[in-house]
């Protein structure tokens, strides 16, 4: 079998109640993730958190340290747990995360994390376009509601497009219950 790692991404706190960027679901997408978390560390697999902090002081949120830029409690690295800092949607671009990955022989990546349709979307289409065999757990990622020329459209319907859009070519999404039962 392929040499797996967990990638878990942006969970962090201005994502979460009373943070400056709430989105939906957040806490059930981290109640998922955390299981998943939990098998990995049971293994004693692979672990990798990515955290996002805007360069900016006038960001509408994940300001550099702050609070709400922390990683949320539910899902706090352990020691020996790297943790890439990222400037950037893509969690790939101007990180060394690829690196880690080569220097752990990775070759598959399960993904989990937000948003739906900004960093897991663009981390699941990099990790492809590198040659990585990913896996999307769709119940444990969130999105929010959002608005286009005049059009609202709920965070559900954001997240199952954006989760159809990755299914079609560039992963495997299912959720946590069905991963952590194979």
Not at 60 to 68: L, V
Not at 143 to 160: E, K, L, Q, T, Y
Not at 163 to 182: G, P, S
């Amino acid at each position: 079998m392929s040499k797996t790692a967990l990638i878990v991404v942006d969970m962090q706190n201005d994502y979460f109640e009373g943070g400056k960027w709430t989105l939906e679901g957040i806490g059930q997408a981290s109640n998922q993730a955390a299981k998943v978390l939990a098998e990995f560390r049971k293994k004693q697999w692979s672990v990798i958190h990515v955290h996002y902090e805007f360069l900016s002081e006038d960001a509408p949120f994940f300001i550099a340290g702050s609070e709400g830029a922390k990683i949320h409690e539910s899902l706090l690295p352990v020691e020996g747990e790297p943790v890439v800092l990222k400037n950037e949607v893509n969690s790939f671009k101007g990180t060394d995360l690829k690196e880690r990955l080569e220097e752990l022989g990775v070759s598959q990546l399960i993904i989990v994390g937000a948003m739906s349709h900004m960093c897991i979307d663009a981390i699941t289409r990099a990790a492809s376009d590198f040659g990585y065999k990913n896996t999307v757990i769709h119940d444990a990622c969130a999105s929010r509601d959002m608005s286009f020329n005049g059009v609202d459209v709920p965070a559900a319907h954001i997240h199952a497009a954006y989760m159809a859009a990755l299914q079609f070519a560039y992963a495997e999404v299912i959720n946590a219950d069905t991963f952590l039962t194979q």
